[in-house]
C-alpha cells in the first residue's frame, strides 16, 4: 500500500511557544500512545513504510507563521497540521464535540447541549481536516480518521475521492439507538453519513458496534448481513477492534532499576499499608465521586481495616476552563476533605489525593506497588488504565477492580467486575480484593497478562488495516461488475449484435422505486415508452417476469406489446397472447395458511396481507421497521414448521414474507422462456431475493443484472432502478451513439 494518513483531533504531539521558539512536547494520550508504538514498531520492521499525521497541534499559530511550522512539522515530526484559530476550537472541540458528542455518547443527556452554532462550527472544522488530508494524499495512500471530534471527515473524504483507502475508528462508547436519537434528526443522519464515509468503521466492544447497526438502521434505512452494510454499488463494514496498550514497554518498565528506586521510595512513605490506586483524568464519566462514596462505605463496613489501607486518588487536570469541570473539581475536593475528616487519625490519613499528571516511571511505580487498582468509570468506551495496571506487574501480584460499564470489562473478565453506581458493590469487592490469596491473584493476572501480550496496541492496529484492506479488496473485485463505462458499452453491443434477444425484467425494485402499498407502484409514461422501444427493436422479446398477481400486470400492461410472468412464475401469457398456468397448482393450502399471516397483520401495525390466486405475501414496508424485521423472522420460523407437510415454499423477500406452491420460481419461468423462443442472448435483471433463483438458472453467458446491490449471482450490478431504465433506453438507442 502507500502511505498511511493518521487524522486525529490532536497531532501525537503538543505545540507551543517558549519566547519565540517553537517547543514539540510528546502527547501522553491513550491513542497517540497506541499509535507511536505501532509506527514505531511497524518501521523497524519495514524500511518502506511511510507514514504522515495530520491534526490539529494543540495550540494556535499566526497566518505568518504557518508556513514555517508546516515545513518543520513536515521536515521533523512527518506531522501535516490543521490550524485553527480559538474561536474555532472553542466551538469544535469545546462546544459540539465536548458539550454534545461526549456526554451524550456516555450516557449523560442532562448534560448535553443541542446549539446549532456549534454543531455548524463542528461541520466547518471537519470541512477543514478534510482539507487538509486531500492536500497530502497521493494514490494508494490509506486515511485512518479517529474519534468522536471527525465523525464527518470519512464522507467529506469520500465526496471528493471516491476511490480513496478510508478507515475509521470510534475511540469512545457508541451509544444505543434510545440515546442516539436525542440528537435532532439532520444532525444525526449527518453524523451517520459521516462515519458511513469510510469503508470500516471500528469500535472497542460488539455492543457499540451493534448499537451504531442499529442506528444506521433506524435512521438511515440500511440494513447489515454480519456487519456488512449495502450502501448504493458500495459495501460498508462495522466490526469491533478492542484496542491494547503497548504490554512491553509497561512491563520492562516495571523491571527496571529508576522504577524500582521511586517504588521503594513510595513504600518507606507508607508505611506497608495497602495501597488503593486510583488515576484518571478529571471527567464526570469517570465516576471519580462514585468510587470515593464506595471506600468511604468500605471504611464504615470494616472498621478493623481503618490504618491499613490507604487510597492513592491520582486526578489529571482536565478542561480547566469549562465551568462544569470546575464545579467537579470543587465537589471531588470537599468530598475527599470530609472522609478524610471523618476517618483519618494523626498518623494515618485515608485518602492520598493528588491532582496532577504523573510522570510515567511514578505511574509504573504505583501501578507495580498497588495491591488493588479500583477502576470504576460509569461509562468508558475502553480503559487503558486497567491495562496498564496489569501490565505493570512482573510478578502477577495485585488485583484488579472493574466497572462493567468499561469498554475493557468485555476482555478482563477475571478482574471483580462490579457496577459502579452502587457503593455497597465496590466497598465489597474492596475487601474481596485485600483478602484474595497471592495464588490466586497470580492466577488471575496471568490469564489476562496473556491476553493483553497477545494483542497489543501494535496487533490491534494492524488487525484494523489489515481488515480494511481485505474490505478495499472486495470491493475492488466487485466494482469491476458496475454496469458503467467500458463494461456497460461492451454490454449494449452485445445486445446490438444477438439475433434474437431474450429480455425478463422484475418489476418493483428494478423498473419502479417500491410504494408503501403494491397498488400505488402504477408505471408512468416514461416506463411505458421503455418498454415499447424494446418490444419494436429487432428481434427483441420482453417479458415481464414478476410475483405481482396476474389481474394487476395486466390492466397496467394489457395494451403494450410484451410478455408478462405473473406469481414468480405461475402464470404466462405472450405478447398478446392469453394467460395460462405454466403447471397445474393448487391452492387449498391458502385457507389453512390465511389465519397465521392475518395474526401478524394484526399483532404488526402497518403490515397487510396480500392475496393473489396461488401466493400468500404479508408485507411490511410501512411498519416500525425493527418490529417489522423481527417478526419476518419469526413468521418465517413458524411458517418453515408450520409448512413441512405442505407443497409450499416460504420465501423473504424485500419487506415481504411470501407463501408460494414449490416448484414454482422465476428460474423455473425463464426456462420455459427460453425453450419457448430459443434466443441467443438473454438479459434479465432483478433486485431481490426471488430474482436470485433467475440468475442462477440462466446460462452463463447471459447479461444478469441486480439491482441495488452487489452481492449477487448476477454477473453485473447497477444503483437504482434509475440507472436500470438509463440502460433499457441505451439498448434501443442508434448504433452510433452506442460506439460513441
Not at 169 to 174: K, Q, R, S, T, V
Not at 285 to 314: D, M, N, T, W
Amino acid at each position: 500500500m502507500g502511505r498511511l494518513i493518521i487524522v486525529s483531533n490532536r497531532l501525537s504531539f503538543s505545540l507551543a511557544k517558549d519566547g519565540d521558539e517553537l517547543v514539540f512536547s510528546p502527547s501522553a494520550g491513550g491513542l497517540a500512545t497506541a499509535l507511536t508504538s505501532y509506527i514505531e514498531r511497524k518501521r523497524a520492521t519495514d524500511p518502506g513504510f511511510e507514514c504522515l499525521w495530520v491534526g490539529w497541534p494543540g495550540a494556535s499559530v499566526d497566518e505568518s507563521e504557518q508556513e514555517d511550522v508546516r515545513r518543520r512539522m513536515g521536515a521533523e515530526r512527518q506531522a501535516y497540521p490543521v490550524f485553527l484559530t480559538d474561536q474555532e476550537i472553542e466551538a469544535f472541540y469545546h462546544g459540539f464535540s465536548n458539550s454534545t458528542l461526549w456526554p451524550l455518547f456516555h450516557y449523560f443527556p442532562s448534560y448535553t447541549q443541542y446549539d446549532e452554532e456549534q454543531f455548524s462550527a463542528y461541520r466547518r472544522a471537519n470541512e477543514a481536516f478534510a482539507e487538509a488530508v486531500l492536500q497530502v494524499t497521493r494514490p494508494g495512500d490509506v486515511v485512518w480518521v479517529h474519534d468522536y471530534q471527525l465523525l464527518l471527515v470519512p464522507n467529506l473524504l469520500r465526496a471528493r475521492a471516491p476511490n480513496l483507502s478510508i478507515g475509521f475508528f470510534l475511540h469512545i462508547p457508541f451509544p444505543s439507538f434510545e440515546v442516539f436519537r436525542l440528537l435532532p434528526t439532520r444532525w444525526r443522519k449527518e453524523i451517520l453519513e459521516g462515519m458511513l464515509g469510510a469503508d470500516l468503521v471500528g469500535f472497542h466492544t460488539h455492543d457499540y458496534t451493534q448499537y451504531f447497526l442499529r442506528s444506521v438502521f433506524r435512521t438511515l434505512g440500511y440494513e447489515h448481513h454480519l456487519g456488512q452494510i449495502a450502501i448504493a454499488e458500495e459495501v460498508r463494514s462495522a466490526e469491533t477492534f478492542p484496542i491494547g496498550i503497548d504490554y512491553d514497554r509497561f512491563m520492562e518498565a516495571a523491571k527496571s532499576e529508576e522504577v524500582a528506586a521511586i517504588r521503594a521510595r513510595f513504600e518507606a512513605e507508607l508505611h506497608g499499608r495497602d495501597v488503593i490506586f486510583s488515576v484518571d483524568r478529571l471527567d464526570y464519566s469517570k465516576g471519580i465521586g462514585q468510587r470515593l462514596r464506595g471506600y468511604e462505605a468500605f471504611l464504615e463496613a470494616h472498621p478493623e481495616r481503618r490504618g491499613q489501607v490507604v487510597f492513592i486518588l491520582v486526578v489529571v487536570p482536565s478542561r480547566t476552563a469549562v465551568e462544569r469541570y470546575q464545579l467537579m473539581k470543587q465537589e471531588l475536593d470537599e468530598l475527599v476533605g470530609r472522609i478524610n475528616g471523618a476517618y483519618g487519625a494523626v498518623d494515618w490519613v485515608p485518602i492520598l489525593y493528588q491532582y496532577r499528571t504523573l510522570e510515567f516511571t511514578e505511574l509504573v511505580a504505583l501501578y507495580n506497588l498497588a495491591p488493588v487498582a479500583l477502576i470504576t468509570p460509569l461509562r468508558d468506551g475502553m480503559n487503558l488504565v486497567a491495562k496498564e495496571y496489569l501490565a505493570s506487574k512482573p510478578d502477577g501480584r495485585g488485583t484488579l477492580i472493574l466497572s462493567e460499564m468499561a469498554g475493557a470489562a468485555r476482555e478482563l473478565g477475571e478482574a471483580l467486575q462490579v457496577n459502579p453506581n452502587h457503593k455497597s458493590e465496590i466497598a465489597d469487592a474492596l475487601e474481596q480484593a485485600l483478602c484474595q490469596s497471592p495464588d490466586e491473584q497470580v492466577r488471575l493476572v496471568r490469564l489476562m497478562q496473556e491476553r493483553l501480550r497477545r494483542y497489543d496496541a501494535s496487533r490491534w492496529a494492524t488487525n484494523f488495516l489489515e481488515t480494511l484492506g481485505r474490505v478495499k479488496e472486495r470491493q475492488g473485485k466487485l466494482a469491476t461488475r458496475h454496469l458503467v463505462g467500458d463494461v456497460r458499452r461492451a454490454a449494449v453491443r452485445r445486445f446490438r449484435s444477438a439475433h434474437r434477444k431474450l429480455i425478463l425484467l422484475d418489476y418493483d425494485g428494478t423498473l419502479v422505486p417500491f410504494a408503501p402499498a403494491p397498488h400505488l407502484a402504477v408505471p408512468d409514461r416514461n416506463l411505458l415508452d421503455t418498454v415499447c422501444a424494446l418490444a419494436a427493436h429487432p428481434e427483441s422479446l420482453p417479458y415481464l417476469i414478476s410475483g405481482r398477481d396476474r389481474q394487476m400486470l395486466d390492466s397496467w400492461f394489457r395494451d403494450v406489446p410484451i410478455g408478462v410472468i405473473a406469481e414468480h412464475g405461475a402464470w404466462m401469457r405472450t405478447a398478446g397472447g392469453d394467460w395460462g398456468l405454466i403447471k397445474p397448482l393448487a391452492f387449498e393450502w391458502k385457507d389453512q395458511l390465511r389465519p397465521l399471516l392475518q395474526f401478524y397483520v394484526d399483532r404488526v401495525p402497518g403490515s397487510l396481507l396480500e392475496e393473489k390466486e396461488y401466493s400468500l405475501a404479508w408485507h411490511y414496508r410501512r411498519a416500525d421497521p425493527e418490529l417489522g424485521a423481527s417478526a419476518a423472522k419469526e413468521l418465517t420460523d413458524d411458517m418453515v414448521n408450520y409448512t413441512a407437510n405442505f407443497d409450499v415454499q416460504v420465501l423473504e423477500g424485500k419487506k415481504v414474507v411470501e407463501l408460494r406452491n414449490s416448484g414454482i420460481n422465476k428460474g423455473i419461468a425463464a426456462l420455459h422462456c427460453v425453450a419457448l423462443h430459443a434466443p441467443d442472448l438473454i438479459v434479465a435483471a432483478g433486485d431481490d431475493q426471488t430474482d436470485e433463483d433467475l440468475f442462477r438458472t440462466l446460462p452463463e453467458q447471459s447479461l444478469t443484472i441486480r439491482v441495488g446491490t452487489i452481492h449477487s449471482h448476477a454477473a453485473y450490478h447497477v444503483t437504482d432502478h434509475r440507472e436500470m431504465r438509463a440502460f433499457l433506453r441505451e439498448l434501443t438507442e442508434s448504433s452510433d451513439l452506442v460506439h460513441s
